[in-house]
């Protein structure tokens, strides 16, 4: 029953903000709001995942009709919530077109994994503040193609990581030499992977 109310609240302000919402949307509310929802609902643990790309609006419309250009001209391709409610896990998956779909998921190795390079990634971040304390630059990266972006909130803790695919690929040998990129990857294809493993769909629209 408490997961049938979530999943309520989400259609009604869906279909609230539809109604309301221009072109452009505030990617960073609309996730706000959903993230406190399911904290008031008494879970603590939540990956807020999404792709997107850069200069590709034109291309992403045609092949996805489901993409929006949001803040800063970014198109989102796809954007979930995945959480645990009394040990299972679900996917919640929203596009600002159609109702939000929930999904129950075979596999949850992502939560577990985020949660285990917290104090890598807390190590990461200082070598970030060094770096531009000192004024120096990693690597260069295309501001065009696609990007994954996960956050997780942790309690009180919020964790971020963000690729472009250019850093797992042909970005990768030059990227390869800092200690965190491999799990910053391996977190994402976990993401993935859960997202794929999944059973019984459902929305109330």
Sequence with gaps: MKNLRIVYFFVLSFLFQTNTHAQKINLE??????KDSLIKNGIDTIIYFHQYCGECSV?????NKDCEVIDNSWTLVDSYLIYREAGIA?????NYRNAPIITKLKSNKSI???LSIDKLLQKRDLVYAEMHRKAEFFPPIPTDGGYEEATLYYKKQ?????????????GYKYWKQYFWIDN???LTDLILRDLK?????????
């Design 90 to 94: 679900y996917s919640l998956k929203f």
């Design 29 to 34: 509310k609309w996730v706000k709001n959903k």
């Design 158 to 170: 919020i964790i971020k990581v963000s690729l472009s695919e250019y850093q797992k690929r042909d």
């Design 59 to 63: 291309k992403s419309r045609i092949e």
């Design 184 to 186: 910053e990857i391996k």
């Design 112 to 114: 577990a994994y985020f």
């Design 197 to 205: 493993k999944n059973c019984n769909d459902f929305s109330l629209l």
